[in-house]
């Protein structure tokens, strides 16, 4: 069963999205800042983080540039979650070491698909 | 008979004397030919005629003084105390007669004579009249100390010398009048050429007319210029007609310079106060005589010259006529140089009336840059006084070291080319101003002399458009973030709704489903219109940028076809993509790129039943307008297509084909407002083909490769 952090602010879209994941079989675990996020993924092993761009404490950005510089987490595949009304947030987040990225609001096929490419990749 | 005379001796008439006598002859007429002026013809005469072979040995030659009537003494041999310019007067002397009928007159005996002014005092006496043209000039006098001393043969003889030295005589005058006419003619040259000097306009008038008076020796005169608007003739100058007629108007044919410029000849009124045709502007003039001649170039009227004698002895003649006739196209020519001067002057005067009253500073510079001019506007922008500025170096003027280079770059260029820019210039107090400049050559008779450059200031404009970005700035702000906002909530209503509908249909209960999918499908509707006028609002800010990127065309496609899946699937629709083998790679913004291809298939999804939906991909080249190679992606449908009146408000915002269509179809009307002005940032563009009921096709065309927008691509 393959381990997801999901970092994210909002309660709604956490509660949501880890609610949907884990009826699709995962096991998800739940960060609600940037800087949470980047200690969790360093104290526990994770098979993929998805993770929102906008979050409070350290951003998205900043948290995956971390994990990056991490030798433990760097090869965690990491989903970049952005709002569509930030253009351009996709080329940052593959800037900063994200290796893919999803818009929200989620669709859960779509994000499913991309999740499941980069699990298989890593196995 | 007596033989102690010459003259009695040839009476002897001996075969040799007579050849001796055709020499001494053909010597005088060698003498008097030679001779270079009529006093050397004079001398020439007595002495030839004293030859011992002739035997004359007292003569002398008088000429008539027109004037007095005398005859002065020219030459003479033979006689004893005589003055050199000795004067016999009217009504004294033998020789009065033949000057008076032009006949040869002989006095056998001067003693009977009471008119014999003594010379010799005894014997006889010969006077030969000198004609020249048909007039008496003068009179050869020959003498003897015997009475009777003259026959027939010395009649002839000194006929002939008479005639001969009259010839020479009147050949001579000719010469010395021509050399008066050219004497006369320098003068006149001397004249125009101080003409040419003056160009004020009233001052060559005032000499031309000075000069015409002096000239021609008259009483006085004046000059009219012509005036082509009114047709009339104005009285500029005026000299001693016997009133002030500067300002005088004539019409043409009106007086003496009226009928002039009308009769484009030189006319000569004998006694003017009988003349019909006086103007009766001058009734009160004293003038006796007027000789008046238009002033043409070419056949152009220019003006008109009038001079007049007050002294009723004095009349004009064809002398002065040529005179006038000399003068008078000089006068013109003077006349109409100083009218251009005036004319060039004004314009100057225009000019430098324009420049100072410019708002905008202006100043010009010379090929080192040095400033040749500024205006006021100039003086009040940076500080300087015209005087402080004239002949430094502009750009060591009003820049400092930061800006030095960059301003000396506009300089040199402006030298060859027009440059404009903005930038900010230092005044005299050391505070900094914000310009906007333009320079230009300036180029005279094809020679680059210089340049001119023009100062605006903008600071009130830099201020206006700064707190127009700010305000910009502001709404872009406010619209992303209340779009944030509401995308939030949605995003749990559409999430949760989703959510639900899974569960739902997991726990078997279907209809409560369908109610779902419409709370659903509802909030996606929401925020793609949402997302739509968030977009639109930020391409008419121009805030949109462009993320230019590398990608696989095939890739994009198959993410595009599947996102695109749901919506084909639900009005029943086939979907056919076409592509050619090798679509390779683009550069390009790949989000656009995807974006404008979801609309252009959700809208054919949209706008058609059951029917064939085909996206066609090409890689083709060279297509007007593009250079090098582009991507055509084409969507084509067999919908409800459309008239050509709905096509051409297609890519207006917020239109839809029908206001009906928004009711039945949804969507929002943004989505190819949106499709043609990413098209547009790539440089590409967007075309329609459609006819009701036969579907539309939609084609798109992008470079290969998007060149950078002059915006740049740096992330917000």
Known sequence: MPKILLVEDNEMNRDMLSRRLERKGFEVAMAFDGRQGVEMAKSDGYDLILMDMSLPEIDGWEATRQLRAEPKTQAVPIIALTAHAMAGDRERALEAGCDDYDTKPIELPRLLAKMESLLGKTE | ?716
């Open chain 2, 1 to 716: 008979m007596s033989d102690h005379t010459h003259a009695a001796e040839r009476h002897a008439n001996p075969r040799g004397a007579v050849a001796r006598r055709q020499a001494a002859l053909l010597r005088l007429s060698t003498a008097i030919a030679a001779a270079q002026d009529e006093e050397a013809i004079y001398r020439s005469v007595v002495n030839g005629l004293q030859d011992e072979a002739l035997g004359y040995n007292f003569l002398g030659v008088f000429l008539l003084d027109p004037e007095t009537g005398d005859r002065v003494l020219q030459a003479s041999v033979g006689w004893p105390d005589v003055p050199p310019d000795w004067r016999v007067h009217r009504g004294e002397g033998l020789s009065e007669q033949a000057l008076m009928d032009g006949k040869l007159h002989y006095t056998p005996d001067v003693t009977r004579e009471s008119k014999y002014l003594p010379s010799l005092s005894t014997g006889s006496e010969l006077d030969v009249p000198l004609r020249v043209d048909g007039q008496t000039i003068g009179v050869l006098v020959v003498e003897s100390a015997e009475p009777d001393a003259f026959g027939e043969e010395d009649f002839e003889i000194l006929t002939a010398a008479a005639n001969q030295a009259a010839i020479a005589v009147g050949r001579a005058r000719l010469l010395v009048a021509e050399r008066l006419r050219a004497d006369e003619h320098k003068a006149l040259l001397d004249t125009m050429a101080d003409l040419s000097a003056e160009l004020e306009l009233p001052r060559v008038l005032q000499a031309v007319l000075r000069r015409a008076v002096s000239l021609l020796g008259v009483t006085g005169g004046e000059v009219a210029i012509f005036e082509e608007e009114s047709q009339e003739l104005l009285v500029v100058a005026s000299q001693d007609i016997g009133k002030e007629s500067t300002g005088t108007r004539l019409k043409l044919g009106e007086g003496a310079m009226g009928t002039v410029a009308r009769t484009h000849e030189p006319l000569i009124i004998p006694s003017y106060h009988e003349w019909l045709g006086r103007s009766g502007k001058y009734a009160d003039v004293t003038v006796h005589s007027v000789m008046a001649a238009p002033l043409l170039i070419g056949r152009r009227l220019v003006g008109a010259i009038a001079t007049v004698h007050s002294d009723p002895e004095r009349v004009f003649g064809p002398e002065d006529l040529r005179l006038l006739n000399l003068f008078a196209p000089q006068a013109a020519i003077a006349i109409e140089n100083a009218r251009l001067y005036t004319a060039a002057q004004r314009q100057k005067q225009y000019f430098e009336e324009v420049l100072q009253n410019s708002p905008v500073a202006i100043v010009t510079l010379d090929r080192d840059y040095r400033i040749y001019s500024c205006n006021p506007a100039f003086e009040r922008l940076f500080g300087y006084a015209s005087a402080e500025a004239v002949g430094r170096n502009l750009d060591e003027l009003i820049t400092t070291e930061a800006s030095r280079s960059e301003a000396e770059q506009y300089t040199r260029d402006a030298l060859d080319r027009a440059v404009h820019g903005i930038g900010r210039r230092r005044r005299k107090d050391g505070t900094m101003v914000d310009v906007e400049v333009l320079g230009v050559p300036v180029i005279v008779d094809g020679e680059r002399v210089g340049l001119m450059g023009l100062y605006h200031d903008i600071t009130e404009l830099l201020r206006a458009r700064q707190e127009a970005e700010a305000a910009n700035s502001a709404k872009s702000q406010f619209l992303a973030s209340m779009s944030h906002e509401l995308r939030t909530p949605l995003n749990a209503i559409i999430g949760y709704s989703e959510m639900l509908h899974e569960e739902v249909t997991d726990l078997g209960h279907a209809q409560l489903g369908d109610d779902l999918e419409k709370i659903n499908t509802a909030g996606r509707h929401l925020l793609s219109l949402i997302n739509n006028v968030l977009d639109l609002s930020k391409i008419e800010a121009g805030r949109m940028d462009l993320f230019l990127e590398e990608f696989d065309v095939d890739a994009m496609l198959d993410d595009v076809v599947t996102t695109a899946r749901p919506l084909v699937d639900k009005n029943a629709n086939r979907l056919e993509v076409r592509r050619n083998a090798q679509l390779g790679r683009m550069r390009a913004d790949l989000t656009k790129v995807r974006q404008m291809l979801l609309n252009l298939l959700s809208n054919a999804c949209k706008f058609t039943e059951k029917g064939n939906i085909i996206l066609d991909v090409q890689r083709r080249a060279d297509e007007e307008p593009f250079e090098g190679e582009l991507i055509a992606l084409s969507v084509s449908d067999t919908g409800i297509g459309m008239t050509e009146e709905q096509m051409d408000r297609l890519f207006e915002a917020f239109s839809q084909a029908e206001a009906s269509t928004t009711s039945k179809y949804g969507g929002t009307g943004l989505g190819l407002a949106i499709t043609r002005r990413f098209c547009e940032m790539m440089g590409g563009d967007v075309a329609v083909q459609s006819a009701p009921g036969e579907g539309t096709t939609f084609t798109v065309r992008l470079p290969a490769a998007v060149a950078p927008s002059p915006a740049g691509t740096a992330a917000e």
